[in-house]
């Protein structure tokens, strides 16, 4: 099976800069991807990675390696509205498009 | 703008009555789908592959029977929770993979369901 794990909750303060570790076990790894869901609402995509290396986006950059089988996903500059779940997934080579989540980390940026 | 589209966004039905909701692909054509289930302050579950034109791929422990899936054309896939009843109350989440952006998926709007 595949085991993806990452921290429950993390706090930060307004303007700071939080880093969200992802780490997984599985067999035919094809990509980890990043979502941003706020509460009550659908995910939306942030990152992807498939290649060892850092992934920059604006205020947010993605990292992967690949033989240690982890991930983090970076958030610089914190603002209010990034107060959100973030969900770590990994693709399987064998499963098409199909994407498995962790448990998802609830991020709370305070003032 | 969404690429997909979901519906309906929420739903309250009594306990032993069936729900539908759709979930459709507004500028693409999705030869699969997925469904997805999460309780609250979890992470998404995936419940089952929903194939166009063949039967859906159930992920282990969801039961089929009451679970339906149809997936009856290249822009529409169906959930339909039969004989509803309070556990199954919950936040249902569709997704389809566009073939131009490798590996991306995109989420519906999500339906939440409440069983009386």
């Known amino acids: 099976g595949q085991n993806i794990d990452q921290p429950t909750e993390m706090t930060a303060t307004e303007g700071a800069i939080v880093q969200i570790n992802c780490t997984y076990q599985?067999?035919?790894?094809?990509?980890l991807f990043w979502y941003q869901q706020h509460a009550g609402e659908a995910p939306t995509f942030l990152s992807y990675?498939?290649?060892?290396g850092l992934e920059e986006k604006g205020r947010f950059s993605s990292f992967l390696s690949r033989s240690k089988g982890y991930s983090y996903l970076l958030l610089k500059e914190l603002q209010m509205k990034d107060s959100a779940s973030y969900l770590c997934a990994v693709r399987l080579k064998a499963a098409g498009n199909k994407l498995t989540f962790g448990g998802g980390t609830r991020v709370l940026v305070k003032p | 703008g969404a690429v997909v589209s979901q519906h309906p966004s929420w739903v309250i039905c009594k306990s032993g009555t069936s729900v539908k909701i759709e979930c459709r692909s507004l500028d693409f054509q999705a030869t699969t789908m997925f469904w997805y289930r999460q309780f609250p302050k979890q992470s998404l579950m995936l419940m089952a592959t929903s194939n166009e034109g063949s039967k859906a791929t159930y992920e282990q422990g969801v039961e089929k029977d009451k679970f339906l899936i149809n997936h009856a054309s290249l822009t529409l896939s169906t959930l339909t929770v039969t004989s509803a009843h309070p556990e199954d109350s919950s936040f249902y989440i569709c997704?389809?993979?566009?073939?131009?952006?490798?590996?991306?998926?995109?989420f519906g709007e999500g339906s939440r369901l409440t069983v009386l």
């Open positions: 599985t067999s035919g790894f094809n990509g």
């Open positions: 997704s389809a993979p566009r073939l131009e952006r490798v590996g991306e998926l995109f």
């Open positions: 990675n498939v290649l060892d």
